[in-house]
C-alpha cells in the first residue's frame, strides 16, 4: 500500500510536495526525487514527535523547522506514482528546506576552561 498523496510541486503547501533529497542518511535516495508524506515535529529533539499529516496541522505547529524530520517516499517517474517504501530524513536534507539549515558545520567550538 503506497502513502496516499498526491504529487505537485506548489510551494505553499508541503504534503504532497516534489523535492530532491541531498543527505547522508539515506545514500540510496541521495539525488533522486522525493515525495513529502508527512512532518515529524521536533523528531532530532524528541523521540514522542507529532506526526502531521495535513498542511493545516502543520502551519499550527509553526511549519517546518530545522530539528525536523520529513516523511518521504520515491518519486517512480517511469511509472508516474510515488513508492510504497517510505524513509525519514532531516527536513534540512531535502532541497526545498535546506534555507532552514542554520547550524555551523564542523566541529563546533570548544569552550575554554579558566
Not at 505553499?12 to 533522486?32: A, K, M, Q, W
Not at 513529502?36 to 529533539?45: F, G, H, P, T
Not at 506514482?81 to 527536513?91: E, I, K, L, Q
Not at 555551523?104 to 570548544?110: D, L, R
Request: hydrophobic residues 30%; contains cysteine.
Amino acid at each position: 500500500m503506497k502513502p496516499d498523496v498526491e504529487p505537485h510541486d506548489d510551494p505553499s503547501r508541503i504534503v504532497g510536495r516534489r523535492t530532491t533529497y541531498d543527505g547522508n542518511e539515506h545514500p540510496y535516495l541521495r539525488g533522486s526525487t522525493v515525495v513529502v508524506v508527512a512532518l515529524l515535529k521536533d523528531a532530532l529533539d524528541i523521540e514522542d514527535c507529532d506526526y502531521l499529516q495535513d498542511d493545516d496541522a502543520i502551519r499550527a505547529a509553526g511549519g517546518v523547522g530545522p530539528r525536523d524530520r520529513v516523511e518521504v517516499t520515491p518519486w517512480l517517474e517511469d511509472k508516474g506514482r510515488v513508492s510504497f517504501v517510505t524513509s525519514d530524513p532531516r527536513a534540512i536534507d531535502l532541497a526545498c528546506f535546506a534555507d532552514l539549515d542554520t547550524e555551523p558545520t564542523g566541529e563546533p567550538e570548544k569552550e575554554e576552561r579558566s
